[in-house]
Protein backbone atom coordinates (compact mmCIF):
# COMPACT_ATOMS: atom_id res chain seq x y z
CA UNK A 1 0.00 0.00 0.00
CA UNK A 2 1.00 3.48 -1.03
CA UNK A 3 1.80 5.95 2.01
CA UNK A 4 0.97 9.78 1.64
CA UNK A 5 4.31 10.62 0.65
CA UNK A 6 4.41 8.37 -2.17
CA UNK A 7 1.17 8.93 -3.71
CA UNK A 8 2.09 12.23 -3.36
CA UNK A 9 5.14 11.76 -5.30
CA UNK A 10 3.03 10.75 -8.08
CA UNK A 11 0.34 13.13 -8.00
CA UNK A 12 3.22 15.93 -8.36
CA UNK A 13 5.44 14.28 -11.36
CA UNK A 14 1.98 14.05 -13.26
CA UNK A 15 1.15 17.58 -12.14
CA UNK A 16 4.92 18.84 -13.29
CA UNK A 17 4.11 16.83 -16.76
CA UNK A 18 0.98 18.57 -17.20
CA UNK A 19 2.28 21.93 -16.40
CA UNK A 20 5.49 21.34 -18.95
CA UNK A 21 3.18 20.62 -21.88
CA UNK A 22 1.09 23.54 -21.32
CA UNK A 23 4.27 25.56 -21.34
CA UNK A 24 4.95 23.93 -24.68
CA UNK A 25 1.61 24.81 -26.01
CA UNK A 26 1.65 28.33 -25.05
CA UNK A 27 5.53 28.58 -26.13
CA UNK A 28 4.19 27.26 -29.94
CA UNK A 29 1.29 29.48 -29.98
CA UNK A 30 4.45 32.51 -29.61
CA UNK A 31 6.25 30.35 -31.91
CA UNK A 32 3.79 30.23 -34.55
CA UNK A 33 2.97 34.51 -34.22
CA UNK A 34 7.13 35.02 -34.39
CA UNK A 35 7.04 36.00 -30.74
CA UNK A 36 9.57 33.21 -30.11
CA UNK A 37 12.44 31.41 -32.00
CA UNK A 38 12.29 27.68 -32.69
CA UNK A 39 15.42 27.01 -30.56
CA UNK A 40 13.15 28.17 -28.13
CA UNK A 41 10.51 25.92 -28.99
CA UNK A 42 13.02 22.96 -29.52
CA UNK A 43 14.48 23.40 -26.20
CA UNK A 44 10.77 23.34 -24.70
CA UNK A 45 9.89 20.40 -26.21
CA UNK A 46 12.89 18.35 -25.31
CA UNK A 47 12.04 19.14 -21.81
CA UNK A 48 8.83 18.21 -22.14
CA UNK A 49 9.90 15.00 -23.57
CA UNK A 50 12.17 14.11 -20.57
CA UNK A 51 9.61 15.06 -18.12
CA UNK A 52 7.37 12.52 -19.81
CA UNK A 53 9.80 9.93 -20.61
CA UNK A 54 11.02 10.43 -16.45
CA UNK A 55 7.05 9.42 -15.31
CA UNK A 56 6.71 6.69 -18.25
CA UNK A 57 10.07 5.29 -16.55
CA UNK A 58 8.76 5.91 -12.98
CA UNK A 59 5.34 3.93 -14.15
CA UNK A 60 7.73 0.87 -14.48
CA UNK A 61 8.27 0.67 -10.76
CA UNK A 62 4.90 -1.52 -9.93
CA UNK A 63 6.64 -3.83 -7.37
CA UNK A 64 5.16 -3.40 -3.62
CA UNK A 65 9.56 -2.85 -2.79
CA UNK A 66 10.53 -0.82 -5.39
CA UNK A 67 9.08 2.17 -3.31
CA UNK A 68 11.51 1.11 -0.36
CA UNK A 69 15.05 2.32 0.25
CA UNK A 70 17.80 0.55 -0.59
CA UNK A 71 20.52 -1.75 0.79
CA UNK A 72 23.96 -1.76 -1.89
CA UNK A 73 26.79 -4.18 -1.41
CA UNK A 74 29.80 -4.78 -3.29
CA UNK A 75 32.29 -7.42 -3.19
CA UNK A 76 35.86 -8.08 -4.81
CA UNK A 77 36.03 -11.20 -6.99
CA UNK A 78 39.44 -12.70 -7.59
CA UNK A 79 42.15 -10.79 -8.71
CA UNK A 80 43.70 -9.26 -5.97
CA UNK A 81 44.85 -5.58 -5.71
CA UNK A 82 43.37 -5.00 -9.05
CA UNK A 83 39.48 -5.78 -8.09
CA UNK A 84 39.37 -4.03 -4.80
CA UNK A 85 40.31 -1.11 -6.37
CA UNK A 86 37.53 -1.91 -9.19
CA UNK A 87 35.24 -2.35 -6.30
CA UNK A 88 36.27 1.06 -4.51
CA UNK A 89 35.68 2.58 -8.19
CA UNK A 90 31.93 1.00 -8.05
CA UNK A 91 31.65 2.28 -4.76
CA UNK A 92 32.22 6.07 -5.92
CA UNK A 93 30.01 5.66 -8.91
CA UNK A 94 27.17 4.84 -6.80
CA UNK A 95 27.45 7.25 -4.57
CA UNK A 96 27.80 9.87 -7.27
CA UNK A 97 24.73 8.48 -8.99
CA UNK A 98 22.85 8.80 -5.32
CA UNK A 99 24.33 12.61 -4.72
CA UNK A 100 22.81 13.52 -8.11
CA UNK A 101 19.55 12.42 -7.52
CA UNK A 102 19.51 13.64 -3.64
CA UNK A 103 19.73 10.54 -1.96
CA UNK A 104 20.86 9.91 0.97
CA UNK A 105 23.65 7.55 1.14
CA UNK A 106 25.64 5.93 4.23
CA UNK A 107 28.43 3.46 4.51
CA UNK A 108 27.22 0.87 6.94
CA UNK A 109 30.07 -1.72 6.87
CA UNK A 110 33.33 -1.63 4.25
CA UNK A 111 36.91 -3.77 4.54
CA UNK A 112 39.37 -2.36 3.19
CA UNK A 113 41.45 -3.71 0.83
CA UNK A 114 45.37 -4.78 1.00
CA UNK A 115 47.43 -1.72 -0.11
CA UNK A 116 44.55 -0.24 -2.10
CA UNK A 117 40.71 0.18 -2.41
CA UNK A 118 38.00 -2.40 -0.68
CA UNK A 119 37.34 -6.20 -0.23
CA UNK A 120 33.56 -4.88 0.47
CA UNK A 121 31.56 -2.40 1.52
CA UNK A 122 28.17 -1.85 2.08
CA UNK A 123 25.77 1.45 1.56
CA UNK A 124 22.25 2.46 2.30
CA UNK A 125 20.53 4.43 -0.26
CA UNK A 126 17.29 5.99 1.06
CA UNK A 127 15.49 8.20 -1.05
CA UNK A 128 12.21 7.97 -3.36
CA UNK A 129 12.23 4.55 -5.12
CA UNK A 130 16.15 3.77 -4.60
CA UNK A 131 15.75 -0.26 -4.52
CA UNK A 132 13.36 0.02 -7.54
CA UNK A 133 16.21 2.15 -9.86
CA UNK A 134 18.72 0.48 -8.59
CA UNK A 135 17.52 -3.43 -8.47
CA UNK A 136 18.74 -3.67 -11.90
CA UNK A 137 22.59 -3.27 -10.90
CA UNK A 138 22.19 -6.92 -8.90
CA UNK A 139 24.93 -9.43 -10.92
CA UNK A 140 28.82 -9.27 -11.51
CA UNK A 141 30.43 -6.33 -12.86
CA UNK A 142 33.14 -6.43 -15.38
CA UNK A 143 36.50 -4.30 -15.75
CA UNK A 144 38.72 -4.24 -18.81
CA UNK A 145 41.70 -1.98 -18.35
CA UNK A 146 45.75 -1.32 -18.62
CA UNK A 147 46.17 -1.94 -14.83
CA UNK A 148 48.01 0.71 -12.65
CA UNK A 149 48.75 -2.30 -10.40
CA UNK A 150 50.93 -4.10 -13.21
CA UNK A 151 54.11 -4.06 -13.84
CA UNK A 152 54.47 -4.67 -17.70
CA UNK A 153 51.51 -2.67 -18.05
CA UNK A 154 49.18 -5.33 -19.31
CA UNK A 155 45.34 -5.40 -20.28
CA UNK A 156 43.71 -6.92 -16.98
CA UNK A 157 40.09 -8.01 -16.77
CA UNK A 158 39.10 -8.07 -12.83
CA UNK A 159 35.25 -8.43 -11.39
CA UNK A 160 33.16 -7.19 -8.50
CA UNK A 161 29.64 -8.48 -7.37
CA UNK A 162 26.97 -5.89 -6.75
CA UNK A 163 23.87 -6.79 -4.50
CA UNK A 164 20.95 -5.10 -4.09
CA UNK A 165 18.09 -5.40 -1.81
CA UNK A 166 15.02 -3.30 -0.33
CA UNK A 167 15.83 -2.11 2.85
CA UNK A 168 11.80 -2.14 4.16
CA UNK A 169 10.57 -0.41 6.39
CA UNK A 170 10.15 -1.73 10.31
CA UNK A 171 7.06 0.33 10.85
CA UNK A 172 3.90 -1.42 10.53
CA UNK A 173 0.88 0.48 10.74
CA UNK A 174 -2.19 -1.63 11.69
CA UNK A 175 -5.46 -0.58 10.70
CA UNK A 176 -8.72 -2.13 12.40
CA UNK A 177 -11.58 -0.73 9.94
CA UNK A 178 -14.48 -0.29 12.43
CA UNK A 179 -17.37 -0.93 9.68
CA UNK A 180 -16.02 -4.45 9.50
CA UNK A 181 -16.22 -4.61 13.25
CA UNK A 182 -19.11 -7.39 15.10
CA UNK A 183 -19.52 -7.79 18.44
CA UNK A 184 -21.45 -10.53 20.23
CA UNK A 185 -21.36 -11.08 24.19
CA UNK A 186 -22.20 -14.07 26.06
CA UNK A 187 -21.71 -15.87 29.77
CA UNK A 188 -18.54 -17.09 30.60
CA UNK A 189 -18.39 -20.20 31.98
CA UNK A 190 -16.34 -22.13 34.08
CA UNK A 191 -15.27 -21.39 37.46
CA UNK A 192 -15.12 -17.79 38.81
CA UNK A 193 -18.23 -17.23 41.04
CA UNK A 194 -21.55 -16.49 40.36
CA UNK A 195 -20.68 -12.92 38.43
CA UNK A 196 -18.76 -14.82 35.90
CA UNK A 197 -21.19 -17.16 35.27
CA UNK A 198 -24.73 -15.33 35.05
CA UNK A 199 -23.40 -11.81 33.18
CA UNK A 200 -22.78 -11.36 29.96
CA UNK A 201 -18.82 -10.70 30.31
CA UNK A 202 -17.47 -13.09 27.44
CA UNK A 203 -17.05 -11.05 23.92
CA UNK A 204 -16.69 -12.39 21.39
CA UNK A 205 -15.00 -9.93 18.13
CA UNK A 206 -15.71 -10.73 14.63
CA UNK A 207 -13.72 -8.99 11.85
CA UNK A 208 -14.26 -9.12 8.48
CA UNK A 209 -10.91 -8.70 6.85
CA UNK A 210 -10.14 -7.99 3.46
CA UNK A 211 -6.31 -8.85 2.61
CA UNK A 212 -4.72 -5.88 0.94
CA UNK A 213 -2.72 -7.31 -1.21
CA UNK A 214 -5.07 -10.00 -2.63
CA UNK A 215 -8.34 -9.12 -1.74
CA UNK A 216 -9.38 -12.32 -0.57
CA UNK A 217 -12.09 -12.50 2.18
CA UNK A 218 -12.03 -13.83 5.55
CA UNK A 219 -13.64 -13.71 9.01
CA UNK A 220 -11.28 -13.23 12.03
CA UNK A 221 -13.23 -14.74 15.12
CA UNK A 222 -11.68 -13.49 18.32
CA UNK A 223 -13.10 -15.16 21.93
CA UNK A 224 -11.95 -12.87 25.23
CA UNK A 225 -13.26 -14.01 28.95
CA UNK A 226 -10.03 -12.83 30.75
CA UNK A 227 -11.82 -10.62 33.48
CA UNK A 228 -15.13 -9.95 34.53
CA UNK A 229 -15.45 -6.39 33.03
CA UNK A 230 -16.54 -6.57 29.56
CA UNK A 231 -15.04 -3.37 28.26
CA UNK A 232 -11.94 -4.93 29.44
CA UNK A 233 -12.65 -7.59 27.48
CA UNK A 234 -13.49 -5.83 24.14
CA UNK A 235 -9.82 -3.93 25.02
CA UNK A 236 -8.16 -7.01 25.17
CA UNK A 237 -9.98 -8.58 22.45
CA UNK A 238 -9.26 -5.76 20.43
CA UNK A 239 -5.66 -5.70 21.26
CA UNK A 240 -5.14 -9.57 19.96
CA UNK A 241 -6.70 -8.73 17.02
CA UNK A 242 -4.15 -6.06 16.37
CA UNK A 243 -1.76 -8.62 17.18
CA UNK A 244 -2.74 -11.35 14.02
CA UNK A 245 -3.32 -8.08 12.04
CA UNK A 246 0.53 -6.91 12.40
CA UNK A 247 1.39 -10.63 12.11
CA UNK A 248 0.29 -10.94 8.77
CA UNK A 249 1.34 -7.66 7.50
CA UNK A 250 4.97 -8.76 8.72
CA UNK A 251 4.72 -12.29 7.45
CA UNK A 252 4.02 -10.87 4.27
CA UNK A 253 6.44 -8.68 3.97
CA UNK A 254 8.83 -11.70 5.07
CA UNK A 255 7.66 -13.13 1.91
CA UNK A 256 8.43 -10.67 -0.40
CA UNK A 257 11.80 -10.52 0.68
CA UNK A 258 12.23 -14.15 0.32
CA UNK A 259 10.37 -13.66 -3.34
CA UNK A 260 13.18 -10.75 -4.28
CA UNK A 261 16.14 -13.19 -3.34
CA UNK A 262 14.91 -16.31 -4.97
CA UNK A 263 14.82 -13.93 -8.19
CA UNK A 264 18.12 -12.41 -8.20
CA UNK A 265 20.14 -14.44 -10.30
CA UNK A 266 23.35 -16.31 -8.52
CA UNK A 267 26.18 -14.20 -8.85
CA UNK A 268 28.94 -15.99 -10.21
CA UNK A 269 31.81 -14.85 -12.07
CA UNK A 270 30.80 -16.18 -15.85
CA UNK A 271 27.16 -14.26 -15.27
CA UNK A 272 28.49 -10.77 -15.46
CA UNK A 273 25.87 -8.34 -16.21
CA UNK A 274 27.78 -5.35 -17.49
CA UNK A 275 31.53 -5.21 -18.90
CA UNK A 276 33.48 -1.52 -18.53
CA UNK A 277 36.11 -1.46 -21.32
CA UNK A 278 37.85 1.57 -20.66
CA UNK A 279 41.31 1.33 -23.29
CA UNK A 280 38.15 0.45 -25.85
CA UNK A 281 35.84 3.34 -24.37
CA UNK A 282 32.75 0.88 -24.18
CA UNK A 283 30.41 0.45 -21.38
CA UNK A 284 27.78 -2.60 -22.44
CA UNK A 285 24.91 -3.67 -20.69
CA UNK A 286 24.34 -7.15 -21.30
CA UNK A 287 21.17 -7.91 -20.82
CA UNK A 288 19.95 -5.21 -22.62
CA UNK A 289 22.60 -4.32 -25.30
CA UNK A 290 22.83 -0.79 -24.40
CA UNK A 291 26.03 0.50 -24.38
CA UNK A 292 27.74 4.14 -24.35
CA UNK A 293 31.06 5.31 -25.47
CA UNK A 294 30.57 8.38 -22.23
CA UNK A 295 33.07 5.64 -19.74
CA UNK A 296 34.15 8.40 -17.76
CA UNK A 297 30.38 10.34 -17.64
CA UNK A 298 29.18 6.47 -16.19
CA UNK A 299 32.21 6.24 -13.43
CA UNK A 300 30.50 9.57 -12.58
CA UNK A 301 27.40 8.15 -11.73
CA UNK A 302 25.43 8.94 -15.14
CA UNK A 303 23.95 5.47 -15.07
CA UNK A 304 20.42 6.53 -15.63
CA UNK A 305 19.96 5.33 -19.17
CA UNK A 306 21.57 2.05 -18.21
CA UNK A 307 18.29 2.10 -15.89
CA UNK A 308 16.02 2.89 -18.38
CA UNK A 309 17.30 0.33 -20.55
CA UNK A 310 16.45 -2.50 -18.17
CA UNK A 311 13.18 -1.37 -16.47
CA UNK A 312 11.68 -0.43 -20.26
CA UNK A 313 12.45 -3.55 -21.48
CA UNK A 314 11.99 -5.93 -18.36
CA UNK A 315 9.40 -4.06 -17.22
CA UNK A 316 10.33 -3.46 -13.77
CA UNK A 317 10.02 -6.88 -13.20
CA UNK A 318 12.43 -9.39 -11.13
CA UNK A 319 15.17 -10.35 -12.95
Known amino acids: ?145 VSPFNAQGKRMTSFASVSVTPLVDDTIEVVVDNSRLSWDTFRSGGAGGQNVNKVESGVRLRYQYKDPYTGEEEEILIENTETRDQPKNKENALRLLRSQLYERELEHRREEQAKIKASQKKIEWGSQIRSYVFDDRRVKDHRTNYQTSDVQGVMDGKIDDFIKAYLMEFGGGEK
Do not use: P
Request: glycine share 8%.
Open 1 to 145: MLSIKSKKSWTNAFKDVCDSIDDLQVINEFFESGDVTEEELVAQIAVSQKKVESLELKNMLQGESDRFDAVLSINAGAGGVESQDWSEMLMRMYMRYAEAHNYKCAVSSMLDGDGAGIKSVTMQIEGDYAYGYLKSETGVHRLVR
